[in-house]
């Protein structure tokens, strides 16, 4: 080759290697990372780490009409559910959804107040939980349609509750277990396919069997929601079949009554019973879609003391271990806990 030549082939050479780092550098700036909005702010998904997606601190089963702040002392849910977030911080923990709805027990400043004194990320949520006959819904949403529901909740993740300016990080609603949903439970998941377009908040309703689950996926659909921008939430009430089908959608399966109870492991809602439906899903593929909690905690205002308070340990003592000797590996179990949250819960519109 002429010397000439080579010194055009060397040129070629650095135009390329010039270009391909333009191209590397343009594509970083457009793309911006994925975030998740804890009580304290907005965080990058990538740091939302080892997390439980459904665990509560308190709960007031009281009622819309009659519950409000003035029926707890902060300092008092603070001082007794402490100890359990600093146990399960112990095996890791860095995020802790706390899945408690307004009108049933939400309180932002005191998630808030329990995140800086631990050192754990809380998220809190917007949304009306329909289940259980609507006890927990407001009057005013029977005089409000859809539109004007997603309306109250997308201003709580633009504006903050309240005046607390905490911004909720996902949506959470529930209905009722029967076959086919109430025309108020139907307003209900409406208003979050509508208020899910607006924020990008991810959408967990408090769900049960198989029936209105795949209603709701059918109704998202209908407002042009994907059906990764829903949680089916208690799916281990559901079938197999229909965690399947579900997930084949996109949707995500969240099992998340994770208890150790009773002597009989392998009984419905026990360790091996949940060990035997993640590998149901995990042989269908579906282990990228699969969601893991307790649904444990939680100081309840009713009980003198608030009653007992279950911890969040069951997974780590005995889920995981029981899950290994399943074949299950390091990979897969940092998937259920670590990757599988971070893709549910990062804001982000999903339109069919
Ligand atoms: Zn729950």
Known sequence: MEKEDIKILKIIIYIIIFLLFGIIIITCKQAPEDYIMTVTGKIPASQMGLTLEHEHILVDFI??????????????????????????????????????????????????????????KFITNTGYYGARNNLFVPKSFYTSDARQVAELWAQEFENGIEDT??????????????????????????????????????????????????????????????????????????????????????????????????????????????????????????????????????????????????????IFDTLIPALKSKGFSDAEIDQLLIKNPADAFKIQVRKL
């Open 63 to 120: 009622g819309a009409d009659s519950t409000g702040y003035f029926r707890w002392n902060k300092d008092e849910v603070i001082r007794k559910a402490l100890p359990f977030v600093m146990a399960v911080k112990e095996k890791g923990l860095e995020t802790f959804v706390e899945c408690t709805p307004a009108y049933l027990g939400r309180d932002p400043a005191l998630l808030k107040e329990l995140s800086e004194k631990s050192g754990v």
């Open 165 to 314: 300016e905490i911004k909720p990080g996902f949506i959470k609603i529930g209905v009722n277990p029967d076959d086919s949903l109430s025309p108020e439970h139907i307003k209900i998941i409406t208003a979050a396919a509508l208020a899910h377009l607006k924020t990008g908040l991810v959408i967990a309703s408090h769900t049960g069997p198989d029936g209105p689950a795949l209603e709701q996926i059918d109704i998202l659909k209908g407002n042009g929601v994907d059906p990764s921008a829903f949680i089916w939430v208690h799916a281990q009430s559901g079938t197999l079949e229909g965690n399947i089908r579900a997930a084949k959608e996109g949707a995500w399966i969240s099992l998340d009554n994770v208890r150790m109870r009773g002597s009989d492991p392998s009984a419905r809602g026990n360790i091996d019973w949940y060990c035997n439906r993640m590998n149901g899903l995990k042989q269908e593929g579906l282990l990228k879609n699969v969601l893991i909690s307790h649904d444990s905690g939680w100081y309840d205002p009713a009980k003198p003391d608030g009653g007992t308070f279950n911890g969040f340990l069951d």
